[in-house]
């Protein structure tokens, strides 16, 4: 027996010991991985101490390539053994995080209210719904061509100076109401049409127990042949008494540069009379900007902040209740 021969043996006996306690301390399937490269991979343990096979004689070459092979199936079924063990102890830690208690209590989250705000919303879409109104949105950030000019209000318009609002370097601006969404989709719809136009919009305003920068809004339009006056004071009458009950409504003469001829509209609330929204008969400029030809067709519009309405129906006193989050105060609605 040479030299070159027990050391070979002494070193895959030493292999297959140092395997086996490496592989019996495994704690992951990760490390079990790392030792099967360690001692079995190409270039692993194993096959460097077969490397040495080429000192040997042909007599003794069988000899060490048995004794390999015991190795190598040695450090496999042990690997197998492991990794058998490994994959089921982490099926039973994942069954026991899973298990549900069936006997154990619920986590009591409490239910959810909606905003005083997004119920008035629903109500009245509820309502101009029931009327054959459709739904649509668009944009908070506009161009100035949605926002004023397609409305019939140009650059030098006085009117301009009411809705002051906010401007963005690219010249854009944070629309000041909704009626930008009702050129939108006349652009891209055919009379007929009713659509309501719920949002917010933007103005500068002073804030104080009535006014708010950023409010909310529902604005109004059908458009159709013969169209009137009495079409559009019947609807806004039928959605108010749906709003507030059986109330006294009124028209005041008004001016919007989008319509014509405009009204403001008031109910008879708790005894005193209160400006709800405003309306008028779309004016031909506004029809014209939307490619529809105003000696065919005719059309009404109205709007109305959605804040104004909330509290009016809650009996509110200070518009800024309704954005301050305070659920002693939410929690009544």
């Known amino acids: 027996m040479t030299t070159q021969l027990v050391e070979l043996e002494t070193q895959l006996t030493t292999l297959q010991q140092e395997a086996e306690g490496a592989i019996a301390a495994a704690a992951s399937l990760e490390d079990l991985e790392q030792l099967r490269i360690k001692y079995l991979g190409k270039k692993g343990s194993l096959s460097q101490v077969l490397g040495g096979m080429g000192r040997l004689s042909a007599e003794e070459r069988p000899r060490i390539g048995a004794l390999a092979n015991e190795v190598k199936e040695v450090v496999q079924t042990g690997l197998d053994q492991k990794k058998a063990a490994l994959q089921a102890a982490q099926i039973e830690a994942q069954l026991a995080a899973e298990t549900l208690d069936v006997t154990m209590p619920g986590t009591f989250r409490p239910q959810g209210r909606n905003h005083p705000l997004t119920s008035t919303i629903d109500r009245a879409l509820d309502i101009f719904v029931g009327l054959g109104y459709t739904v649509a949105q668009g944009p908070e950030m506009e161009t100035d061509y949605y ?149 065919i067709y005719t059309g009404f519009a109205a709007g109305f902040g959605v804040e104004r309405f909330a509290m009016v129906l809650h009996q509110m006193t200070d518009i800024r209740d309704l954005y301050k989050s305070d659920l002693r105060f939410l929690r009544q609605f």
Request: overall charge negative; glycine content about 6%; hydrophobic content about 40%.
């Open 147 to 295: 926002n004023f000019e397609a409305l019939n209000t140009p650059a030098d318009h006085p009117a301009r100076d009411m809705q002051d609002t906010f401007y963005l370097p690219d010249g854009n601006l944070l629309r000041t109401h909704t009626s930008s969404v009702q050129i939108r989709y006349m652009e891209a719809n055919e009379p007929p049409i009713r659509v309501a136009a719920p949002g917010r919009v933007y103005r500068r305003d002073t804030v104080d127990a009535t006014h708010s920068a950023v409010f909310h809004q529902i604005e109004i339009l059908a458009v159709d042949e013969g169209l009137t006056f009495t079409d559009l004071r019947g609807t806004i009458k039928t959605f108010l008494e749906e709003m507030f009950g059986e109330i006294e409504v009124r028209f005041r003469p008004s001016f919007f540069p989008f319509t014509e001829p405009s009204a403001e509209v008031d109910v008879r609330w708790r005894g005193r009379w209160l400006e709800v929204l405003g309306c008028g008969m779309v004016d031909p400029n506004v029809l014209k900007a939307v490619g529809y030809d105003p000696e």
